[in-house]
């Protein structure tokens, strides 16, 4: 899912033995070679309205741009925007002024409008976009969303070629995170070209960031970022060409980072233990989830009962330990660590709210035996429908054998797909139980909580709680440390009723060659190739 978005980018440069070895005399061959990068899965869509998972959300990062966007240290900076504004009518009116050398990779300039475009379309419901709430606080949005009124009627207009605003019912602490990472422009000329087909291949897409997209069919797993030459940064960007190949075997990444192929890749479980002290290993935590939800559309997996005694048969801790091996973290309840602090003492959430999310074989079997008597049936057959990543398989497997082990009668099925596939089943309903994760692009918990939230686009559970729906409304209008204490009475609710399964917190570890520099990464971002340089 969406990520949005930390997210695994790993690295493959293939080069040949004779470049490898070239003198001094070869620097602009080396400045020009080809930085070959991998995604564990291929993304589903180009087009930033529509994108949900975060292969799609790596590709859009990589190539659009927005009114802000993030240097290389991942600090917020202006990016189409002359500068970062502050807000005027306490926090609810934000008014831009764009750079006039920002322009598409077709040349076209990017203008007000383009930015009006996008978030109107995002927002009608006919685009049916899956992640439209990251406008629910513009002026209007409820009731274009209801169909009450046109997307025309949206709080955001053009004062100008070069001059936007944007109108909001209430102050938004992290729209600074919003406008950098989900506001983008669209070309409506090019997108009106190719209708609902906009975004599912390279030819079909336009882009205004420092690459522009090349050689993506929609289906195939390998495709080009090329340097975009009407960028308005672009003679800071190093790297001409980016190759990326969907690569889902991490065997085969770490043979080609141990062959000298490649720069950059992500790594988990036993290599990451075994290489503690290797100089080339990188790891950080990321702002993501991995988690379970039920279909509670299905009487078979509509049962508190069943969450319940799956959240308790999890080991979190042998979990992260033995079967990841990553670094990454039990996660301790829906808030991951790092993702909010308290107002009145500067506290984590996570960490002060504490653990809501025990071990307990002896709730775990109880609760099982209580869904037993509630289905009336001695046993029952399930189905764990995940990606089909190495990580997700050894996710999975690890649930079905806890499963399978603890809870008499219990069957437990595993069906792990490619990642476009399973993103397809989450929007059809297709599935029993799902493993999937969600990544943030900014630092507030009220994104992980909104997912369990009544009239969320994103919640694939049909679960409905009208105590964690009015927690999550109070907090929503409350500001500071009001808001604070709301999120995490609505975190203790949720995590009581387990509307959603947490499992653990992702860390990333990243193997970066030493004849590349750049490459930086932070709990909401990945690194971003325009940054990178051959040493």
Same mark, same amino acid.
């Given at each position: 899912?969406?990520?949005?978005?930390?997210?695994?980018?790993?690295?493959?440069?293939?080069?040949?033995?004779?470049?490898?070895?070239?003198?001094?005399?070869?620097?602009?061959?080396?400045?020009?070679?080809?930085?070959?990068?991998?995604?564990?899965?291929? #993304?589903?869509?180009?087009? #930033?309205?529509?994108?949900?998972?975060?292969?799609?959300?790596?590709?859009?990062?990589?190539?659009?741009?927005?009114?802000?966007?993030?240097?290389?240290?991942?600090?917020?900076?202006?990016?189409?925007?002359?500068?970062?504004?502050?807000?005027?009518?306490?926090?609810?009116?934000?008014?831009?002024?764009?750079?006039?050398?920002?322009?598409?990779?077709?040349?076209?300039?990017?203008?007000?409008?383009?930015?009006?475009?996008?978030?109107?379309?995002?927002?009608? #419901?006919?685009?049916?976009?899956?992640?439209?709430?990251?406008?629910?606080?513009?002026?209007?949005?409820?009731?274009?969303?209801?169909?009450?009124?046109?997307?025309?009627?949206?709080?955001?207009?053009?004062?100008?070629?070069?001059?936007?605003?944007?109108?909001?019912?209430?102050?938004?602490?992290?729209?600074?995170?919003?406008?950098?990472?989900?506001?983008?422009?669209?070309?409506?000329?090019?997108?009106?070209?190719?209708?609902?087909?906009?975004?599912?291949?390279?030819?079909?897409?336009?882009?205004?960031?420092?690459?522009?997209?090349?050689?993506?069919?929609?289906?195939?797993?390998?495709?080009?970022?090329?340097?975009?030459? /009407?960028?308005?940064?672009?003679?800071?960007?190093?790297?001409?060409?980016?190759?990326?190949?969907?690569?889902?075997?991490?065997?085969?990444?770490?043979?080609?980072?141990?062959?000298?192929?490649?720069?950059?890749?992500?790594?988990?479980?036993?290599?990451? =233990?075994?290489?503690?002290?290797?100089?080339?290993?990188?790891? /950080?935590?990321?702002?993501?989830?991995?988690?379970?939800?039920?279909?509670?559309?299905?009487?078979?997996?509509?049962?508190?009962?069943?969450?319940?005694?799956?959240?308790?048969?999890?080991? =979190?801790?042998?979990?992260?330990?033995?079967?990841?091996?990553?670094?990454?973290?039990?996660?301790?309840?829906?808030?991951?660590?790092?993702?909010?602090?308290?107002?009145?003492?500067?506290?984590?959430?996570?960490?002060?709210?504490?653990?809501?999310?025990?071990?307990?074989?002896?709730?775990?079997?109880?609760?099982?035996?209580?869904?037993?008597?509630?289905?009336?049936?001695?046993?029952?057959?399930?189905?764990?429908?995940?990606?089909?990543?190495?990580?997700?398989?050894?996710?999975?497997?690890?649930?079905?054998?806890?499963?399978?082990?603890?809870?008499?009668?219990?069957?437990?099925?595993?069906?792990?797909?490619? /990642?476009?596939?399973?993103?397809? =089943?989450?929007?059809?309903?297709?599935?029993?139980?799902?493993?999937?994760?969600?990544?943030?692009?900014?630092?507030?918990?009220?994104?992980?909580?909104?997912?369990?939230?009544?009239?969320?686009?994103?919640?694939?559970?049909?679960?409905?709680?009208?105590?964690?729906?009015?927690?999550?409304?109070?907090?929503?209008?409350?500001?500071?440390?009001?808001?604070?204490?709301?999120?995490?009475?609505?975190?203790?609710?949720?995590?009581?009723?387990?509307?959603?399964?947490?499992?653990?917190?992702?860390?990333?570890?990243?193997?970066?060659?030493?004849?590349?520099?750049?490459? /930086?990464?932070?709990?909401?971002?990945?690194?971003?190739?325009?940054?990178?340089?051959?040493?």
């Amino acid at each position: 899912m969406q990520k949005k978005m930390l997210l695994s980018g790993l690295g493959v440069c293939l080069l040949g033995v004779a470049l490898a070895g070239c003198s001094s005399g070869s620097s602009q061959a080396t400045k020009n070679k080809t930085l070959n990068v991998t995604l564990p899965s291929e #993304p589903a869509t180009a087009d #930033p309205n529509k994108d949900t998972d975060t292969n799609s959300a790596s590709l859009i990062y990589q190539t659009m741009e927005g009114l802000y966007t993030y240097d290389k240290h991942n600090k917020l900076v202006p990016g189409v925007a002359t500068k970062v504004v502050k807000p005027t009518d306490n926090g609810k009116t934000y008014t831009f002024n764009l750079k006039k050398n920002a322009k598409w990779a077709n040349g076209d300039p990017v203008t007000a409008q383009d930015f009006v475009y996008s978030f109107r379309r995002q927002v009608d #419901p006919k685009t049916k976009a899956q992640y439209a709430n990251v406008f629910q606080y513009f002026v209007n949005y409820d009731k274009v969303q209801a169909g009450k009124v046109s997307p025309s009627q949206l709080g955001v207009k053009a004062l100008g070629k070069d001059k936007l605003q944007f109108k909001l019912t209430q102050p938004v602490p992290y729209l600074n995170n919003l406008i950098a990472s989900k506001y983008m422009p669209l070309n409506r000329e090019f997108v009106e070209k190719y209708g609902q087909k906009y975004g599912t291949s390279a030819s079909k897409t336009m882009t205004n960031g420092p690459y522009k997209l090349v050689g993506w069919t929609g289906s195939n797993s390998s495709w080009s970022y090329v340097k975009n030459n /009407h960028y308005w940064n672009a003679k800071q960007v190093k790297i001409p060409k980016v190759k990326v190949t969907a690569t889902k075997d991490e065997n085969t990444a770490q043979d080609l980072f141990k062959s000298g192929k490649v720069q950059e890749t992500t790594v988990s479980g036993q290599y990451v =233990r075994a290489n503690a002290n290797n100089k080339n290993l990188q790891t /950080h935590l990321v702002g993501r989830l991995q988690y379970l939800y039920f279909n509670n559309k299905k009487p078979q997996t509509n049962s508190e009962n069943l969450r319940q005694a799956v959240s308790y048969v999890v080991n =979190r801790q042998a979990l992260t330990k033995q079967v990841l091996q990553d670094g990454s973290k039990p996660a301790l309840s829906m808030v991951p660590r790092g993702d909010q602090t308290n107002p009145k003492n500067g506290k984590d959430m996570a960490t002060e709210t504490g653990n809501l999310l025990p071990y307990n074989l002896e709730k775990a079997k109880s609760y099982w035996n209580k869904y037993l008597k509630e289905t009336g049936k001695k046993t029952v057959t399930l189905n764990l429908l995940t990606d089909d990543t190495d990580e997700d398989k050894h996710v999975g497997a690890y649930i079905q054998a806890n499963m399978k082990k603890y809870f008499k009668g219990a069957k437990v099925t595993v069906t792990s797909l490619p /990642h476009a596939q399973h993103v397809s =089943r989450d929007f059809a309903g297709n599935f029993e139980m799902n493993l999937t994760g969600w990544s943030t692009n900014w630092l507030d918990s009220a994104d992980f909580l909104s997912l369990a939230a009544k009239g969320n686009t994103v919640n694939f559970t049909g679960w409905n709680d009208n105590q964690f729906n009015r927690l999550m409304t109070a907090a929503d209008k409350a500001t500071g440390q009001a808001r604070y204490d709301g999120l995490v009475k609505a975190n203790k609710r949720l995590m009581a009723v387990k509307g959603l399964v947490p499992l653990y917190q992702p860390s990333e570890a990243k193997l970066v060659s030493s004849k590349v520099g750049g490459l /930086h990464y932070s709990l909401l971002n990945e690194a971003q190739y325009q940054y990178a340089y051959w040493k």
